[in-house]
T-cell receptor, first 112, second 114 residues
Framework: DQQVKQNSPSLSVQEGRISILNCDYT??????FLWYKKYPAEGPTFLIS?????DKNEDGRFTVFLNKSAKHLSLHIVPSQPGDSAVYFC???????????FGKGTSLLVTP | NAGVTQTPKFQVLKTGQSMTLQCAQD?????MYWYRQDPGMGLRLIYYSASEGTTDKGEVPNGYNVSRLNKREFSLRLESAAPSQTSVYFC?????????????FGPGTRLTVT
């Protein structure tokens, strides 16, 4: 049973615009959330994370928002660049746990 | 500093054959992990090793065994490969468990079982 859901398999955005990737989770025991970025033929690389005690975390062009009551988080990329084209995975973790629970991923295409 | 390395990069097996996927990290991390990724799916945890000398099952452990050979190396063994084990396998490592410690991933091993 998928506990972390990314309901949009793909997203296409023009360069310079905002990309918004969404993620929902069902397990209320999750208290830490991460976004990973993956290029073809490479392993995922960590992008940004947020603890459940926060509702927003920023790192340069990337911002993650968490709505705990709705069990929903989103990743905003502003401005989007062609090099951002990749698959983005949302993942969730229980504190002191080891197992990352991944969503199925959203493939982002940023067009010039 | 290579990070997490995996061998081989590609492998084709016949049903029933066995093989071992190798993983090594040079970051002095305590915890290591094996995930698999199937088409259109997220990564799923097979086994993990919280620290040298310990291993635990993840979400999909059936058909696999693991060995934490030392702090650097964590291998995944398929004793009798099945077509359902066709997947991309990723090894990862982190300083420890919990949210303070980012998991770093290797480049993956693409395995096909015919």
């Amino acid at each position: 049973d998928q506990q972390v859901k990314q309901n949009s398999p793909s997203l296409s955005v023009q360069e310079g615009r905002i990309s918004i990737l969404n993620c929902d989770y069902t397990n209320s025991m999750f208290d830490y959330f991460l976004w990973y970025k993956k290029y073809p033929a490479e392993g995922p690389t960590f992008l940004i994370s947020i603890s459940s005690i926060k509702d927003k975390n920023e790192d340069g062009r990337f911002t993650v928002f968490l709505n705990k009551s709705a069990k929903h988080l989103s990743l905003h990329i502003v401005p989007s660049q062609p090099g951002d084209s990749a698959v983005y995975f949302c993942a969730a973790l229980k504190n002191s746990g080891y197992a990352l629970n991944f969503g199925k991923g959203t493939s982002l295409l940023v067009t010039p | 500093n290579a990070g997490v390395t995996q061998t081989p990069k590609f492998q084709v097996l016949k049903t029933g054959q066995s093989m071992t996927l190798q993983c090594a990290q040079d970051m002095n991390h305590n915890s290591m992990y094996w995930y698999r990724q199937d088409p259109g799916m997220g990564l799923r945890l097979i086994y993990y090793s919280a620290s040298e000398g310990t291993t635990d099952k993840g979400e999909v452990p059936n058909g696999y065994n693991v060995s934490r050979l030392n702090k650097r190396e964590f291998s995944l063994r398929l004793e009798s490969a099945a077509p359902s084990q066709t997947s991309v396998y990723f090894c990862a490592s982190s300083e420890s468990g919990g949210y303070s410690y980012e998991q770093y991933f290797g480049p993956g091993t693409r395995l096909t079982v015919t």
